[in-house]
C-alpha cells in the first residue's frame, strides 16, 4: 500500500487541530505530525469571521508541517454543526417474473433511493445503505443472487446547509489548500473508537465538541442514525458566566476543575476560590453546588437530545455495546455515569484504536483520527480496484 502521508484537518470551535498520519500495510495509522491552534472566528463549528479562521488554521498548518517534515498541499475535512441531519430514504424497484437480482439492479434500486428532494440551501453529504427487501423481507445485507418481485432499500442520507459546509471548505481552499472531500465528524469518531463486534452488538458514539454534540448509532453492524445538535462544551461555561457571573476564562477553568455531570450531594456546600482577575480586586469564592447545578443541568439536556433522537428510530434496544462518549466533552467528571442513567445503558470513554505515534491519543482526537482511518480505507480500495482520482465520496456506497 501507498504510504504517502495523509491529512485530516479539523475547524472546530475551541481548537483547529491538523494532524499527520503515514498508513501502515497492516491497517494501523502512525501519526508523524500534528498542529494545533486556539480557535476563533468560529461558532457552533460554523465560520463566523473568515480571515481569523484562516489565521488560525493556518497557523496549525504551520505546526504540524514543523512536527511532520511534511509539505502540507492537500487535507481532508471534518464538518460538523447543527445545521447537518438525516433523513432516511427508500427505494423500491420491480423485478420482471421474480428474477435473479444483477448488480445493475442493486446500483438502479440505490439510486432511487438517492433520489431525494431536499431544498435548494441543502447538500447531500453522505448516502449510507442501511438494509436491503426482498419482497418485503427485511434485514438482507447482500441480495446479489437472489430473488423476487420487489427489491427495495433503506438509504441514510446526511445533508447540510450549502453555504455553511462551503464557508468552512473556504477556509480550507484561502490557505491554499486542496480539500480532496470533507465527512461529518460524528462518523469519524465512530470509526476511530468503535470495534467490528462494538458495530455489530450495536453503540452509539456521541461526540462532545466545543460549540456542538455529534452522534452516530450503529445496529446489526450497519449505521442506524446520525446527527448534530448545536450545543457543546462551550455552554457550559457560558452558563458558568452568566449563572456565576463569571469572565469567561475563570468559568472555562472551573469547568475543567470543578464541574461535574453529577451534583456530589455530600458537597454542596464546599466553597471554590477564585483567584483575582486584577491587582486590588477581591478572591471570589463560589459553591461547588451551584457549579455541578450548572454544568450537570446542560450536559443533560445534550444527552436527552440525543436520546430522544435514538426514541424515533426506536434503536435504544439494538443498543447492546452501550454509549461510548468521545471529544473534549467526555472528561467532564461524571459524564458516563450520568449518560448510563439517561440511556439506561452502559457508558465507557472511547479512544482510537490501532494509532501509533500519537502518545496516549485521547478522545477529543476520534473525529480527525477517524477521518485518517477511512481515508486510509479508502486509498486501499481504490487502489485494489486499480482505479484512481476523482475520489468516491466518503461512506458513500
Request: charged share 20%; glycine share 12%; proline share 3%.
Amino acid at each position: 500500500m501507498d504510504n504517502t502521508p495523509i491529512v485530516a484537518l479539523e475547524i472546530g470551535t475551541t481548537k483547529i487541530r491538523v494532524i499527520v498520519a503515514e498508513p501502515r500495510d497492516d491497517d494501523n495509522l502512525a501519526v508523524i505530525g500534528i498542529g494545533e491552534c486556539a480557535s476563533s472566528g468560529v461558532r457552533k463549528s460554523e465560520i463566523v469571521h473568515l480571515d481569523n479562521a484562516v489565521t488560525c488554521v493556518r497557523s496549525a498548518i504551520n505546526n504540524a508541517e514543523e512536527s511532520s517534515g511534511v509539505t502540507i498541499r492537500s487535507a481532508f475535512l471534518l464538518v460538523s454543526g447543527g445545521h447537518i441531519q438525516s433523513k432516511i430514504n427508500r427505494g423500491n424497484i420491480p423485478m420482471t417474473d421474480g428474477g435473479e437480482i444483477t448488480q445493475e439492479d442493486i446500483e438502479h434500486v440505490t439510486a432511487a433511493a438517492r433520489a431525494i428532494s431536499l431544498s435548494s440551501e441543502r447538500e447531500i453529504l453522505h448516502t449510507i445503505t442501511q438494509n436491503f427487501y426482498i419482497d418485503d423481507q427485511h434485514g438482507v445485507m447482500n441480495p446479489l443472487g437472489m430473488e423476487g418481485t420487489k427489491l427495495a432499500v433503506d438509504m441514510l442520507i446526511l445533508h447540510g446547509v450549502r453555504s455553511r459546509l462551503r464557508n468552512v471548505i473556504k477556509v480550507a481552499r484561502d490557505i491554499p489548500l486542496d480539500v480532496p472531500d470533507v465527512a461529518f465528524g460524528g462518523l469519524c469518531a465512530g470509526l476511530a473508537v468503535l470495534s467490528p463486534e462494538e458495530k455489530q452488538n450495536g453503540a452509539v458514539v456521541i461526540d462532545l465538541g466545543g460549540g456542538s454534540t455529534d452522534y452516530v448509532a450503529y445496529a446489526d453492524g450497519a449505521i442506524a442514525a446520525a446527527g448534530s445538535f448545536g450545543v457543546g462544551g462551550d455552554h457550559l461555561t457560558n452558563d458558568l458566566a452568566r449563572g456565576l457571573r463569571l469572565t469567561l476564562a475563570q468559568a472555562e477553568q472551573l469547568k475543567e476543575e470543578h464541574g461535574s455531570a453529577v451534583i456530589d450531594r455530600g458537597a454542596r456546600s464546599r466553597k471554590i476560590s477564585l483567584a483575582a482577575e486584577a491587582a486590588g480586586s477581591e478572591t471570589r469564592h463560589v459553591r461547588l453546588g451551584d457549579v455541578h447545578l450548572v454544568t450537570s443541568a446542560r450536559i443533560e439536556e445534550i444527552f436527552q437530545l440525543a436520546r430522544s433522537a435514538l426514541d424515533q428510530q426506536d434503536l435504544l434496544h439494538h443498543l447492546g455495546a452501550g454509549v461510548i462518549l468521545t471529544g473534549g466533552g467526555s472528561y467532564l467528571l461524571n459524564g458516563c455515569v450520568l449518560a448510563s442513567s439517561v440511556f439506561g445503558l452502559p457508558c465507557v470513554i472511547g479512544r482510537p484504536r490501532d494509532i501509533s505515534g500519537l502518545a496516549a491519543a485521547g478522545p477529543e482526537f476520534a473525529g480527525p483520527l477517524g477521518l485518517l482511518r477511512y481515508v486510509q480505507r479508502t486509498v486501499r480500495r481504490e487502489q485494489n480496484q486499480k482505479s484512481r482520482w476523482p475520489w468516491t465520496r466518503l461512506f458513500g456506497r
